[in-house]
C-alpha cells in the first residue's frame, strides 16, 4: 500500500514530441505528488507538483494529470527536446511528513 | 529554489575505514534532513529520517551502527559510513526540507567508492 507504480521503465521519444510518464498509487493517504528529474550522476531536482485538490497543473512545457478516483497521475512533456533526456521520478508523500515513496524511474530519451 | 550542498561530491576511501558525507541547506533551516541510497539505474532507497537535535529515525533493514547520522545545526547534516566495505560503495544524496508545502529539495549527491 506504500508504493507508488511508475511506468515505463524507459522512453524513447523524437524531438519535439510528447514524453508521457505515469504513476499509480494505492494510499488514499498521500496529498502530495511532485515529480523529480535526474541527470546522470546528479541529485534530483524539483521538476513539478500537484496536490489532489486540482486534476491538472501546468508549468511551462511540463504538466502534470491528476486522476484522484483512479489513484493515478502523470507526467507529460509536451514539445520534447534532447535537454530533457534524463530520469524522472514520481513520488508521494502524505500530510504532515516529507517522506516520500518514490517510483522506481523512467529514464527517458529524447531524439534529435 | 533552495540549495543544498552536499560534500564531498566524490569519495574513495580504503575496506575498513570510515568516510563522512555532509548535507547542508545553503539557503534555508532545514528542520528534517534525509539521506537517501541510490544504485546505478535504480530508485532512491530512503535510509534515514535526521531531526535537528534529535535522534534520526532508520528505515527497516538500514544498520543505524554503520551508518551513523548527526544533526547538529539547522542548515547541516551529516552521514557517517563507518568501516566501509565495497558493497557500501553507491551514490549517496541527502535532502531537506524547507518547512513548509511539503517541498524538499535535493541535494547534488555524493559517489562513494570502497576499494
Known amino acids: 500500500q506504500q508504493q507508488v507504480k511508475q511506468s515505463p521503465q524507459s522512453l524513447i521519444v523524437q524531438k519535439g514530441g510528447i514524453s508521457i510518464i505515469n504513476c499509480a498509487y494505492e494510499n488514499t493517504a498521500f496529498d502530495y505528488f511532485p515529480w523529480y528529474q535526474q541527470f546522470p550522476g546528479k541529485g534530483p531536482a524539483l521538476l513539478i507538483a500537484i496536490r489532489p485538490d486540482v486534476s491538472e497543473k501546468k508549468e511551462g512545457r511540463f504538466t502534470i494529470s491528476f486522476n484522484k478516483s483512479a489513484k493515478q497521475f502523470s507526467l507529460h512533456i509536451m514539445d520534447s527536446q534532447p535537454g530533457d533526456s534524463a530520469t524522472y521520478f514520481c513520488a508521494a508523500s502524505k500530510p504532515g511528513t516529507y517522506k516520500y515513496i518514490f517510483g522506481t524511474g523512467t529514464r527517458l530519451k529524447v531524439l534529435a | 529554489g533552495a540549495v543544498v550542498s552536499q560534500h564531498p561530491s566524490r569519495v574513495i576511501c580504503k575496506s575498513g575505514t570510515s568516510v563522512k558525507i555532509e548535507c547542508r541547506s545553503l539557503?534555508?533551516?532545514?528542520?528534517?534532513m534525509f539521506w537517501y541510497r541510490q544504485f546505478p539505474k535504480q530508485s532512491l532507497m530512503l535510509m534515514a529520517t535526521s531531526n535537528e537535535g534529535s535522534k534520526a529515525t532508520y528505515e527497516q533493514g538500514v544498520e543505524k551502527d554503520k551508518f551513523l547520522i548527526n544533526h547538529a545545526s539547522l542548515t547541516l547534516s551529516t552521514l557517517t559510513v563507518t568501516s566501509a566495505h565495497p558493497e557500501d560503495s553507491s551514490f549517496y544524496i541527502c535532502?531537506?526540507?524547507?518547512?513548509?508545502?511539503?517541498?524538499?529539495?535535493f541535494g547534488e549527491g555524493s559517489w562513494l567508492t570502497v576499494v
Open positions: 539557503d534555508f533551516q532545514a528542520t528534517t
Open positions: 535532502s531537506a526540507s524547507q518547512g513548509a508545502g511539503n517541498t524538499i529539495y
